[in-house]
């Protein structure tokens, strides 16, 4: 790898960005900051020796990165090669894995997922894929080859603001044009936003498949480090939901067979559970690995793409919070977390109990407890000199069934939970207390410059509408003759032709074709859904309060996640709506009466004085609501969807846009562009 390169690219943007007037200042005091938007760049700004820091900074690979943070180091700039292609699960690498060789189940292009054979789509033979750990301030280098033939790719950075690099987002048609088959794509982002934060892609359903992976941003001075005493890499705990099928199946989907998962999977390793055979498949599960009386730092991702939260507990310990989304928050210990996909807590594990081995435990609750589906890992005090990593995974004690649940005690984020209720069992995420140095405490009591009102659902269409030659209507068979569509505010969200972030000079082209609830093309009468691009329009630096309200009709065990890219919000309310109110029309002016009754703060219910987490993924309860609040100093075109893979896929979404076209940041030199290629047919001959 040509380092040189790697380098000539980095300094470009950031000089591009500089020359362009975008750094507002520099620094020459110690205080390398002041104003969280400007941290990565300042950084680079500021001189030491008469060169800037970028110019100081190295490449390594990019598994050199994974170290010990510390505030006096120059940063690094990490560098990662990846190939994205079709690949299987417990396939011709894994040999005789299957058939109970358990040394064929380490080799390391060997993926066993729950056991079953099924087609992956895997980064570099892995899933999930490569883990990328930094620390703050580093510059991060992927190149991404796309190996599939025939399938466009990208990558979403999901908690990182790409403050200076929007373009590198990674939402085909919003931020850039997806990568084709063959294609190199080179992202090249700041490690600004620490935490714990994960990558997958945001094209077509290939994260169902398996197109997801840890990305770790460590902070050398973090404000809750003296709580524990390792932060060890491999204490990470992605969970995701599996299906034997690939996720293409399922949308738009087969009337014989309604979609569901078939297993859950805990760092890609789960055992599936055959329920007619009986049979319980022998392949390996995640190994934890801690000695006694000690502190660790474990990391949670959810990555489900299906309909259910995921509740997390560990046999005979009890879990000290101390992150949301990235977010630190002052410690609180629970018995049971409870998350949504896109959601990731950090929590301290005391090792406090007798040596031996204990279950980690994943369910699928709310809308899946029906399934009855759970998968287990082994965290174990026992060294590598007493048993082998291998050994663990195939543990011969058997894990308890279902109807041996452990108890659920005090309850992190219960998608139903009353929020700012002391002395109940349940914690809500909004709940819990923010502690960071740099907060936006005006955020809370500031009037909004902004308000929008987002009522989400998913409706059955005529087939009148699916199948006429008035268009093609993205949709998905949920049963037989139920085929479902995703709206927001009765819009169906059709993606342009083009990015808009990186080719404006199109913009005039399709102005027309924005839309949003009060500005509708003709052809969209307020009583039907309409399929257009779904625009939120805001001004740079707006504070911006947004109530997102499940339009359901009735109350089901089904809690959507919803991410906005680019930001983080507070969470300023969440509720139940009453059951006596009906139609949409009510239940938003439900929620307006209740912003109109004099309460202590403007965020009714929140104790005086509470600093809610930062967050930017959120569940809504079911048939209820949730408030955000947050300040759009992020110029650019920004993706807001629910984080369910088939309802972001049938339409519930939106872009926020930030900000006129002349504040957002140019695209460097050479981005590629795509759209359409209609020209005159007289033009071809001549």
């Known amino acids: 790898m040509n380092r040189f390169l790697i380098w000539a690219v980095v300094i470009t943007i950031v000089l591009r960005n500089t020359a362009d007037g975008f750094i507002t200042f520099s620094l020459n005091s110690n205080k390398l900051w002041s104003n969280p938007k400007s941290q990565a760049i300042n950084l680079f700004n500021a001189s030491q020796e008469g060169k800037s820091i970028l110019e100081q900074m190295k490449t390594y690979d990019g598994a050199e990165c994974d170290r010990v943070c510390n505030a006096t180091e120059t940063p690094r700039i990490c560098y990662f090669s990846w190939v994205a292609e079709n690949y299987a699960a417990m396939g011709s690498a894994c040999k005789d894995c299957r058939w109970g060789n358990h040394t064929d189940c380490s080799h390391p292009q060997c993926i066993t997922a729950d056991g079953m054979e099924r087609p992956v789509v895997s980064l570099n033979r892995q899933m999930p894929g490569p883990a990328v750990i930094v620390c703050r301030n580093d510059i991060i280098v992927i190149d991404l080859l796309n190996h599939m033939e025939g399938s466009s790719t990208t990558i979403h950075w999901h908690g990182m ?11 085909p048609m919003v931020t850039q044009c ?54 060890l890499s491999e204490h990470h705990i992605i969970i995701a939901d ?50 006694q009386w000690k502190r660790y730092r474990f990391r949670m991702i959810s990555s489900g793409s299906q309909f259910c ?38 929590f301290v594990l005391h090792a406090d109990q007798k040596p031996g081995d204990y279950w980690v435990r994943v369910r699928a609750v709310g809308f899946c407890n029906i399934q009855r589906k759970e998968e287990f890992a082994v965290l174990s005090y026992r060294s590598s000199s007493e048993i082998s990593d291998e050994e663990l995974a195939f543990p011969v004690q058997v894990p308890p069934t279902w109807d041996e649940p452990f108890p659920d005690g005090m309850t992190l984020n219960h998608p139903n939970s009353t929020c700012y209720q002391p002395g109940d069992q349940f914690v809500c995420a909004s709940d819990l207390e923010a502690h960071e140095v740099q907060r936006d405490d005006a955020l809370i009591d500031a009037v909004p410059d902004k308000k929008f009102y987002v009522a989400f659902n998913t409706f059955t269409a005529d087939t009148s509408l699916l199948f006429s030659n008035d268009g093609y209507v993205r949709y998905m068979t949920v049963a037989l003759t139920l085929n479902n569509i995703g709206i927001t505010n009765n819009i169906s969200m059709v993606y342009p032709s083009f990015p808009p972030l990186t080719q404006p000079e199109l913009l005039p082209t399709m102005e027309n074709a924005f839309c949003n609830v009060s500005s509708r093309p003709a052809q969209c009468p307020m009583e039907r859904a309409c399929f257009c691009v779904h625009r939120l ?4 630096n707006d504070i911006v309060e947004m109530s997102l309200i499940d339009d359901a009709e009735v109350i089901r065990e089904l809690y959507h996640p919803f991410h906005l890219h680019g930001h983080r919000f507070i969470v300023t309310g969440m509720g139940q ?28 219910g929140m104790p005086d004085g509470h600093n809610p987490p930062y967050k930017d993924t959120v569940s809504i309860p079911s048939r209820g609501y949730t408030k955000i609040r947050f300040r759009a100093d992020n110029p650019g075109f920004w993706l807001v969807h629910c984080h369910f893979e088939w309802h972001l896929g049938i339409g519930m979404s939106f872009i926020l846009q930030v900000g006129e076209i002349d504040q ?19 033009s071809i001959f001549s």
């Open 178 to 231: 997806p990568i084709p088959a063959g294609n190199t794509f080179r992202y090249v982002f700041n490690a600004s936003e620490h935490g714990t934060q994960f990558y997958h892609s945001h094209a077509g359903h290939q994260k169902a498949n398996g197109h997801f992976g840890l990305l770790v941003v460590r902070h050398p001075t973090d404000l809750n480090m003296n709580l524990y005493d390792y932060d």
């Open 161 to 171: 603001h790409q403050t200076q690099t929007p373009w590198m987002d990674g939402v």
């Open 309 to 346: 939260p995921f509740q997390l507990q560990i046999e005979a310990h009890r879990m000290q919070i101390i992150s949301t989304d990235g977010g630190a928050v002052q410690p609180v210990t629970v018995d049971t977390v409870i998350s949504t996909s896109g959601e990731r807590y950090d």
């Open 664 to 682: 957002m940041i140019k695209t460097p030199p050479g981005f590629p562009t795509c759209g359409h290629y209609k020209p005159e047919v007289e």
């Open 577 to 604: 709506l009453p059951t006596r109110i009906k139609h949409s029309s009510e239940k938003l002016r439900w929620i307006k009466d209740e912003e109109l009754k004099p309460v202590v703060r403007r965020t009714r």
């Open 242 to 291: 599996w299906t034997l099928d690939m996720a293409e199946k399922f949308v738009p989907g087969l009337q014989s067979h309604t979609i569901q998962m078939d297993s859950i999977l805990i760092n890609g390793r789960g055992r599936h559970f055959d329920e007619e055979e009986q049979e319980l498949q022998q392949s390996p599960l995640t190994v934890y690995r801690v000695e």
């Open 537 to 540: 329009k805001v001004d740079l």
